[in-house]
């Protein structure tokens, strides 16, 4: 089945940095890519996806980068702002099936 | 409109109990999941039921999990003994059939403490 490994684990940047979050997955037939914020007492929420046949995609100050040759595809927060801190999972399925997802990264923003 | 809710929100039990945990999914959501999160691990998967019909239960520990969905609207969870291992988090999410796009919608999660 599929395996999706996240890095780092916990993260922290000053507030207007940019922050990366990695993953990486093992099924080549996997072809979406979404990830969930998880606030603190909240649910994960989806904050952007993508799909295997586009490279990159962006709305406002996050963006989600894929390389389908070296299986692994990246988050990226610019201008980081203190209600970015939340916990963040990456996942991959294939189609619209079930998601497996990251372990997961604590992304802390000090102001 | 109201999300995908879940009870109780957190339960603390001895090992050997029972607790029965409920999701109600986002109305006219056909697709509903529960999923598990051990402190600082994966979320993985438990089930998934597309209306009252379990679709793929590949992901349940092992038989003392029992999950059903009567009428395909909210779904229950029940342990059954509970063992220590079984704490986490479990999650449920709501998605609709015909959405044609990927989205999960994720209840706040039920917190189970087995002591």
């Known amino acids: 089945g599929e395996n999706v490994e996240q890095h780092p684990s916990t993260l922290s940047v000053q507030e207007g940095d940019s922050a990366v979050i990695k993953c990486t997955y093992s099924?080549?037939?996997?072809?979406?890519f979404p990830w969930y914020k998880q606030e603190l007492g909240k649910g994960p929420q989806l904050i952007i996806d993508?799909?295997?046949?586009?490279g990159e995609k962006k709305d406002q100050r996050i963006a989600v980068t894929l390389n389908k040759t070296a299986k692994h595809f990246s988050l990226h927060i610019t201008e980081t702002q203190p209600e970015d801190s939340a916990v963040y999972f990456c996942a991959a399925s294939k189609g619209y099936s079930t998601l497996t997802f990251g372990k997961g990264t604590m992304l802390l923003v000090s102001p | 409109e109201a999300g995908v809710t879940q009870f109780p929100s957190h339960s603390v039990i001895e090992k050997g109990q029972t607790v029965t945990l409920r999701c109600d999914p986002i109305?006219?959501?056909?697709?509903l999941y529960w999923y598990r999160r051990v402190m600082g691990k994966e979320i993985k998967f438990l089930l998934h039921f597309v209306k009252e019909s379990k679709q793929d239960e590949s992901g349940m520990p092992n038989n003392r999990f029992l999950a059903e969905r009567t009428g395909g609207t909210y779904s229950t969870l029940k342990v059954q003994p509970a063992e220590l291992e079984d704490s986490g988090v479990y999650f449920c999410?709501?998605?609709?059939?015909?959405?044609?796009?990927?989205?999960?919608?994720f209840g706040e999660g039920s917190r189970l403490t087995v002591l």
């Open positions: 993508i799909r295997s046949n586009v």
């Open positions: 999410a709501s998605s609709q059939l015909s959405s044609g796009t990927g989205e999960l919608f």
């Open positions: 109305s006219g959501h056909d697709n």
């Open positions: 099924d080549s037939a996997s072809n979406y």
